[in-house]
């Protein structure tokens, strides 16, 4: 006598415990969605709202889609931001939203540990794919993973313990990215680090010389730097990369940012012709702006030097690595940008409004630079040549480098309704990441706005000056 097959299990919530209360995510964001910024203060980082309050960053958004936030009043927001980038398709793409409820629909075996899921294989295929040069994925959570992931390959496929990076560079806040992080001020107080060097973004001449020393696994590099927008000089990559292999180190292209059409191309560093990095890390837009997810992209060699066995198989891994709802946002993500041309898109755009901006160069003073690739693109302010107007200037730089262009993201908000961001602590940049699926009709209301706040900081007066000195008292008291 045979014994019956098991029955397949009841659907969840559908026993006792399931039956017995309910959970309705509308009826508790009803409830409790106009606490947000108390629950904030009282539980996560109290240091956020506090700051959002000081600027008047603290808008109550209520629902978003594209490139575009709306209030309870029905205003809307244009995103010059994109979450850092995150939202490299926009918010709410339909195809990256209609993959989702696909992958959940399907109750896939998910994450059993002891099996082999087609949809990583497929995402891997397909990043591949766009990725000339490279042979194999490993799949984290995040851009900081992705980094991690990265330099442990490194150090492991050379035997070498020491990492080179840039001055002002950013790959991330866990331990070991933070130990390539350029920035002293996310450093403080969490050393003592890994034993990584510093050198300044361009310099072969640096780069030469450490590796001379003969304990460098690599040299972890963003081709356009997202601290500033500062892209790496022409050729040197290429000579960063013969060098490094002639000394037998790897070379690391962090394209968190930067990567998946953001610059014009799919990756930033093929924008220089013969650059083949060793490993690739991305992140971010790959997401499609749902579901966390990184990616390290490296050569055959390496990857099978880190699982050179059985016993190696799981060295590195991540718990959540490889799950079946990133892998789908993933997998929708290029899809769409393969159908909807985004990198055209990324490079036509980026190319108009960049041109808009530099023309206006020429008109005001306090307008220094206009740089960068595709969109992403910095705006820099420097010292103006009038009396009236350098007074004003020395007058911020005197409390803290950075107030003018702050002074300049705050109106563009509340005047203007675009959110902007400050390019990095000390610096007067105004970086632009706007989702990757903006069009004319953005870029024209971008440059008008930009126009009338530039109107309003060389009238000399006016509130945006008034905002200045309060700022200036606000960086004084804080000394």
Request: hydrophobic share 45%; glycine share 12%; proline share 4%.
């Amino acid at each position: 006598m045979t014994e019956d097959a098991p029955e397949a299990p009841a659907p969840a919530g559908s026993g006792p415990a399931g039956a017995s209360r309910g959970f309705d995510l509308a009826e508790l964001l009803a409830a409790r969605g106009g606490e947000r910024y108390e629950l904030h203060s009282r539980h996560l980082n109290h240091q956020l709202p506090r700051m959002l309050r000081t600027i008047g960053f603290d808008r109550v958004y209520e629902r978003a889609e594209g490139a575009y936030f709306w209030d309870a009043d029905g205003n809307d927001y244009l995103d010059m931001l994109a979450g850092f980038g995150v939202m490299g398709l926009g918010r709410h793409h339909p195809v990256v939203r209609k993959a989702l409820h696909d992958v959940l629909d399907a109750s896939l075996a998910d994450l059993t540990r002891f099996d082999c899921q087609p949809l990583p294989g497929l995402l891997a295929e397909k990043l591949l794919a766009h990725s000339p040069h490279l042979d194999r994925v490993f799949f984290g959570n995040s851009g900081t993973e992705a980094v991690e992931t990265a330099l442990k390959f490194a150090r492991y496929a050379t035997g070498r313990p020491r990492v080179l990076y840039c001055s002002h560079a950013f790959h991330g806040l866990t331990t070991g990215s933070l130990s390539v992080n350029g920035e002293k001020g996310f450093r403080d107080g969490f050393a003592p680090l890994l034993p990584d060097t510093a050198i300044e973004l361009g310099d072969l001449d640096a780069l030469e010389r450490e590796l001379r020393r003969g304990d460098v696994a690599g040299f972890v590099v963003e081709p356009i730097q997202g601290k500033g927008v500062l892209e790496s000089p022409p050729g040197f990559l290429r000579a960063a990369q013969e060098l490094l292999h002639r000394h037998g180190a790897l070379l690391i292209a962090d394209e968190v940012q930067t990567g998946l059409g953001r610059t014009g191309d799919f990756y930033a560093y093929q924008h220089e012709a013969g650059v083949e990095p060793d490993l690739v890390c991305v992140a971010k837009a790959l997401s499609g702006g749902y579901v966390p997810v990184g990616a390290t992209l490296g050569k055959d060699w390496i990857f099978k030097k880190v699982y050179s066995s059985m016993d190696r198989v799981l060295v590195h891994s991540a718990s959540f690595g490889s799950n079946a709802q990133a892998m789908a946002a993933g997998l929708a993500v290029l899809s769409v940008m393969e159908d909807e041309q985004i990198v055209a898109n990324a490079r036509r755009t980026g190319d108009l409004l960049k041109t808009r901006l530099a023309a206006l160069t020429g008109k005001y003073e306090l307008l220094h630079d206009v740089r960068g690739r595709g969109l992403m693109i910095g705006i820099e302010f420097g010292r103006p040549a009038s009396l009236a107007l350098r007074g004003r200037w020395a007058m911020l730089q005197a409390a803290r480098k950075g107030l003018f262009a702050q002074m300049v993201v705050v109106p563009l908000l509340q005047k203007h309704r675009i959110l902007t961001q400050v390019s990095g602590d000390h610096l007067e940049v105004i970086k632009l990441i706007p989702p990757l699926t903006v069009g004319e009709k953005e870029v024209d209301r971008f440059v008008d706005a930009f126009t009338a706040v530039m109107d309003d900081a060389h009238s000399g007066g006016g509130l945006m000056w008034d905002f200045g000195r309060t700022l200036v008292k606000q960086a004084v008291a804080h000394r």
